[in-house]
T-cell receptor
Framework: DVKVTQSSRYLVKRTGEKVFLECVQD?????MFWYRQDPGLGLRLIYF???????EKGDIPEGYSVSREKKERFSLILESASTNQTSMYLC?????????FGSGTRLTVV | DAKTTQPPSMDCAEGRAANLPCNHS???????VYWYRQIHSQGPQYIIH???NNETNEMASLIITEDRKSSTLILPHATLRDTAVYYC????????????FGTGTRLTIIP
């Protein structure tokens, strides 16, 4: 089975901190994605990547950046965390039709 | 990608078939219908997808109308573990890989 592993299940950071959320997949998938999920708003796409060193903006990229130096790893970066970035963050990878999601990182910015 | 319309919530008795509808009246000829579900506090899980023929796998069946403007996901014998939010998504499979989620249907299985 494909595994998508997110480094932290819960994270608490202070306003203004630089935050790194890490995601690793073990099945050599080319496509990787970062979503955030908020009550009443569903899942929204932040960034995605089709290949190493490639990145594309999703629907809500503001305040975020990403890094993909290796195929298996896709990092989401909050340059200066703010309270409105408190959310559940979900990473996914895909080939062809199936997406596999990680368990999520619940980030709280205080 | 075409938009979808799903009821916000449904209940189903344990052991009965759960039928979850989805309208996608603006679907294009090259767009597939996908279903995912999200159990509380977990990431979404792929269930099934189809283009125009009915599909079945070990988790569910997918019935797509002949005009492809709507579909139904069927869980044949619902269990309590099927309580989740179910998302119907239409998208092109190859090329544009983005998956856009709506708000889905919250399915509650009643003991």
């Amino acid at each position: 089975d494909v595994k998508v592993t997110q480094s932290s299940r819960y994270l608490v950071k202070r306003t203004g901190e630089k935050v790194f959320l890490e995601c690793v997949q073990d099945m050599d998938h080319e496509n990787m994605f970062w979503y955030r999920q908020d009550p009443g708003l569903g899942l929204r796409l932040i960034y995605f990547s089709y290949d190493v060193k490639m990145k594309e903006k999703g629907d809500i990229p503001e305040g975020y950046s990403v890094s993909r130096e290796k195929k298996e790893r896709f990092s989401l970066i909050l340059e200066s965390a703010s309270t409105n970035q408190t959310s559940m963050y979900l990473c996914a990878s895909s080939y062809n039709y199936g997406y596999t999601f990680g368990s999520g990182t619940r980030l709280t910015v205080v | 990608d075409a938009k979808t319309t799903q009821p916000p919530s449904m209940d189903c008795a344990e052991g009965r078939a759960a039928n979850l509808p989805c309208n996608h009246s603006t679907i294009s000829g090259n767009e597939y219908v996908y279903w995912y579900r999200q159990i509380h506090s977990q990431g979404p899980q792929y269930i099934i997808h189809g283009l125009k023929n009915n599909e079945t796998n070990e988790m569910a069946s997918l019935i797509i109308t002949e005009d492809r403007k709507s579909s139904t996901l069927i869980l044949p014998h619902a269990t309590l573990r099927d309580t989740a939010v179910y998302y119907c998504i239409v998208r092109v499979t190859f090329g544009n890989e983005k998956l856009t989620f709506g708000t889905g249907t919250r399915l509650t299985i009643i003991p």
